[in-house]
């Protein structure tokens, strides 16, 4: 089960890599990456090897990640052209693939019991200051979306007669807000936690040995 995380671990690595590099070269590379969507795709993977027991992470935090993820990505960015084209979306994936990077690295060196003092730093602190911009990055794309979701009506529904009922898309965006930033809090506290637990002086000295 190892070497399947260590391959699962380097095929995320090489794909938040791959767009890493590129926007940095490049830029801006936005919600059309055949990449990006591959990878967030996968992600989801990480959610069952929690449930069979082959990954020890907590599974209500990272289910939070990774759905938040999908539904920003799938559901905002990639129906909808004219967001794509945001400078937001470039920052929002930027702050995703930054994280993933160093998560990914460390994860593969970890499956090889190998721990180096400063990634591991970097793998428990960076995200502290970075998940919460790449949060504030993901309500400001669906805030950016909304005009959009209103003019083109897209996933509104309005049932036929002799039905009264409809589901107006901007509404279930709003609403999420709220799960969004209140699953932030969660999972601020989650990664704060996790830092205490790696980074403490006896942990260190463990991994020094």
């Given at each position: 089960m190892n070497m399947y995380l260590f391959v699962y671990d380097l095929m995320q690595f090489c794909g938040h890599s791959w767009i890493f590099t590129n926007m940095i070269i490049r830029f801006m590379t936005f919600g059309k990456g055949l990449v990006m969507r591959l990878c967030q795709l996968l992600s989801?993977?990480?959610?069952?090897?929690?449930?069979?027991?082959?990954?020890?992470?907590?599974?209500?935090?990272?289910?939070l990640q990774i759905t938040e993820r999908i539904i920003v990505l799938f559901v905002v960015i990639n129906s909808q052209?004219?967001?794509?084209?945001?400078?937001?979306v470039c920052v929002l994936f930027f702050l995703w693939n930054l994280l993933d990077?160093?998560?990914?690295?460390y994860n593969m060196l970890a499956r090889m019991?190998?721990?180096y003092l400063p990634l591991t730093w970097l793998n428990f602190s960076l995200c502290i200051p970075f998940y919460p911009l790449s949060v504030l990055a993901e309500g400001f794309a669906i805030c950016v979306s909304l005009p959009y979701f209103e003019s083109f009506g897209t996933y509104s529904i309005k049932l036929p007669f002799p039905f009264t009922f409809s589901i107006y898309f901007p509404?279930?965006?709003?609403?999420y807000l709220l799960v969004l930033f209140a699953g932030m809090c969660f999972i601020i506290q989650n990664l704060f936690s996790e830092r205490m637990a790696h980074l403490g002086t006896g942990n260190i000295k463990n991994k020094r040995s």
């Open positions: 989801v993977l990480e959610m069952l090897h929690i449930l069979i027991g082959i990954d020890k992470s907590r599974l209500l935090p990272r289910f052209e004219e967001v794509q084209g945001k400078y937001v990077v160093v998560r990914y690295t019991g190998l721990y509404y279930v965006l709003k609403m």
